[in-house]
Each structure stands twice: as structure tokens, then as C-alpha cells.
């Protein structure tokens, strides 16, 4: 017996082992961007690893204050867009994935069919035509040349979370509902929505991380800096403060800090649908 | 609840297809349209070409240099990133594990930041003046000068993957830990009582156990790996001389930068095809394998 109690304290060594030096890896960036925004260049050069001594704050001052770049203004265009992309996705997917899960009519499992071709069609393919689309249809550089098409390539995906949920809601309840006086939209909106809080949640904060971390449709979409999201405020801040690398480094720390909250307080949800429904699909 | 009346379904399904179809079918086949042609996006679209792009694309050198980046870039997600990940599913997925919560959180994190945010972090992780690279060569060879590993045609693409595997590993891990968690713990204590290795019950109950998890983050990687753009852009948009280059960032170049619209559809439809093709095959032999 002693030998299996040895053997399964290296084991649980070598499992620690193995944790921390993934820890670390994971670490080291991260602390690297946090504290390189509190160095001088100077400073940078010198140490590039070591704690900043002293502390120059001015770099995050700075960046929150507005003296540089304009974080506050392309957090709030990525808040605007990212809760826009939500609002089509959720109330657009609500809608068909309830007449897709719970109606019976001819061409049902068909156009299911038609949706779940967006999984196959990755943005790539199709962001030469978008583009000559969104210019005839006089939307690029609008916040819902973004949002339209985001929300539209999310569709897929969602649709299938949305629609397996649905079906899982029990058919007596439809009855009652029915017995009740509800039509159907009496019963999505008192009975199925109510009851789909949990996956509505799900479908709501992957399409914002989705969002909130897309570079590809606004680079298309929009050309004045004043409608410029995060990740494109980083890109285009990057080029103007080339060596300033503590500024830069500052202005990763901050923008990468919401979606950290983010993941932190919806960590269930973002695993469960990215996980849960996929795995089940 | 009985049949629908034509106007509920087309109030509940009208919206969705009507954006389903004006932003991805239409785009998707609009492209396949354009790969006849020589158009610059502006003007009528009037030079037809035939197959001349397709030809184009099978002798571009750049796009031989580009598939083979993403070839790369597959082959080291499944034979790095996913048994990575699996060896820290197997860890962290166990509950009496102290601290496996904490875990599973922080090795997830990097797979929330934005590809952007990641490229340009790890830019400055590289950067011969002041990053971490510089460091750790500082400590080893004091007298010699850090290498720019994006700036070097040889080691840019391996930069590159470090950071790919860093960013996604977590996600493959978790759908791993989802999957362990349908596998009967009873099964794993009864070999372990029959005294099965830990090796052994891994190859004989928890791997088969985990099939359909394995599946899909084989699926997720390697389609994942052919459409690669923002974290290679945010790195240095596939230069020095293309040598980080994938399929999406020549694509990009081709077509908005160059405004070569016709060539440019004609890759966006060969990725999609790879794509394509990798699907078919993949369900196949899962079939056959099943």
C-alpha cells in the first residue's frame, strides 16, 4: 500500500509540475504587458522583465485621460457594436430557431439545412464581395455595416444552440399553453423565452467575446478613426507610437482588461457554448 | 399547436433568412463569380477570363509558400497543441486536484483576449531591443545580439506558431474536460482495480470515451488552421517577403490592397474548397470508422 501512496504523490508532484510551468507561460505575456505600461523606454530596455523601479503611471494616466490615443471612444464603439451584434443575433435567432425546433411544416428540415451552410462558409471566402456589397449598399464606414454581417455570420452557430434547447422544452407545456389561449407567439414569449434565460445568456456573451475580438469586419467596414473599435485602435495606435513600446504596452493592458472581466463573471457560459453545444450538436 | 399560418412562419424566419442570405450565400457565391474575371472592383465586371485565375493560383509560387504555412500550422496544432491539451484536461478535469478550477480559468484566458491584442503583445515578446526574447538571450549569450525572430524569413512562421498554440490550446482543453466528464467514473476505478496502468486505461477507456470531443477539436483545428488571419496580421501581416504569409493574409493582400477582386475571388473559393474537401473526407472516414 505504502508504495501506491508514494507513487500517487509524485504523481500529484509531476501533475503540479507540469500545471505551473503552463501557468507561467501563460503568465509572462500577461505580466509583461501590465508592467511594461509602468516603465519609461528607458527602463523598458534595460529590464525588459524586472518589477519597474520607480512606478511611471503616466503611460496608463495618459491613455484613461484622453492626453493619448482615445481608448474611452473605441471601448465604447466596440460596447456599441458588440451589444448591436447581440440584439440582431438574439432577437433574429430567437425567432427562427423557434419556428425551426417547434413548428412542423414541409420545408423545416430543409432550410435548417440552408442555415447550417454557414458553418462550412468562413468569413474569408466571403469578404471581397461583402465588401463591394456594403459599398453598393452605402454602409461601409456605419456601425451596422458591422453589426449586420457579424450578426449574420454568427447565425449558424447560434441557430443550432438555440434550436436544440427549443426542442428540449416539453410538449405539455405547449399544450397547456395552447388550453391556456396562448397562440405561438403567446407561448415563445411567456413560456419559452422565460424558460431559455440560461442558453440565451449562452448566445448572447459568445457573440459579444466574438465581437468585442473581431478585427477582420471592421477593418473592411470602416475607414474614420472615430468610429475605430478596440482591436483596431490597438493596430492603428501600434503604428503611430512605434517605439514608444511602454505607451503601447499601456494601451494593450487597458484594452484587454474588459474582456478579462468579462470572461471572469461569464465564464460559465462562454465554456457551456462553447463546449456543451458543440459537443451535443 | 397544428399548421402554422404562412404569415407566423414568415414573421419567425423571414429576418434570419433574409441577413443569412444577403451577407454570407450571396457574398459566398458572388465570390465564386468573380474568380472568372480580371475586375478591379470598379466598373462594370465585363473581362471575362475562364479558368485562367485557377491556373494562376495552382502556379502562384506565393500561394504553393502560403497553403504550405497553413499545412504547417495544422500539422503542429495536432501534433503539439491537441496533446498538450489533453495531458492538461487529464490534470485539471479531476476535481480532488487542489487549485483545478484555477486552472482550467487561467489556461482558458488567453483564448478570450482578442487575436490582435495577442499579435501585438507577442510582437514586442520578440522584439530584439527590449522583449523577452532579448532577455532570455541576454541571460545565455551575453555578447551576442538577439535574433528578430519575426524579422528572419526562417523564423517567422515558427514564431508565429508558438503563439497560436498558446492562444487556442485552452479551448481544445476544455472541450477535452467537457468530454471526460461523460466518461463513467466507474469504468476508470474498475481498471484501476483490475490494475490497469494509467497509460493503458488512457488508450482503452478514456480516449475511446472521449471520440466525439477528439473529433471535433480535430475539426476545429484544422479548418481553424486554414483560416488564420488576425493573429499572423497583428504580427507583421505574413512578412518579411511572405515567409509568415497564409492562404487569408495573401488573400486580403490580393484583393483589398491590390484590389485584384477576380484573383482574389478565385482564392477565397479554393480555401473554401479545401474546406470543403476536408469536410466531406473527415465525415467519411468517421463514418466508415464508426
Known sequence: MKSLKVESALMAVVKYFVCAIMLVVIAVPLYISVMGGFKSTGQLRAEPMGVPDPFYAKQYVDLLTGAQGSFWRELGNSVVIGLGTVAVVIAVGTFAAYALARIPFKLNSLLYGYFQLGLLFPLAVAILPLYLQLRTFKLLDTRIGVILPQAAFQLAMMLMLLRGFFKGIPDELEEAAAIDGYGRFGFLFRIVVPLSTPILATVGVITLVTSWNNFFTPLLVFNSLKKFTLPMGVMDFMGQHASDWNMILAFLTLAMVPAVILYVFCQKYIVAGLTGGAVKG | MGKASFLTLAVLLGPALILFTAFVIIPVFEAAAFSFYKWNGLGPMVDFRGLQNYAQFLKDLIVHKALLHNLLIAVVSLAVELPLAMLLALIVSDRSFKGSIFFR??????????????????????????????????????????PALLGNTSTVIWAILVVVVWKYFGFHMTIYIAGLQDIPQEQIEAAKIDGASRWRTFWSIILPGMRTSVQLSV????????????????????????????????????????????????IAVCIFFICLVFNVFYQKLLVRED
Open chain 2, 219 to 266: 475539426f476545429f483545428s484544422i479548418i481553424g488552421s486554414f483560416q488564420l488571419f488576425d493573429i499572423v496580421w497583428a504580427m507583421g501581416k505574413g512578412d518579411p517577403v511572405n515567409a509568415g504569409e497564409t492562404i487569408v493574409t495573401y488573400m486580403y493582400k490580393i484583393g483589398l490592397q491590390r484590389f485584384n477582386i477576380g484573383y482574389g475571388g478565385t
Open chain 2, 105 to 146: 480559468t487561467f489556461f482558458f484566458l488567453p483564448y478570450v483576449l482578442s487575436e490582435v491584442i495577442t499579435g501585438v503583445l507577442w510582437q514586442f515578446i520578440y522584439h530584439p531591443q527590449y522583449g523577452l526574447v532579448k532577455a532570455v538571450w541576454a541571460f545565455l549569450f551575453p555578447q551576442a545580439v538577439a
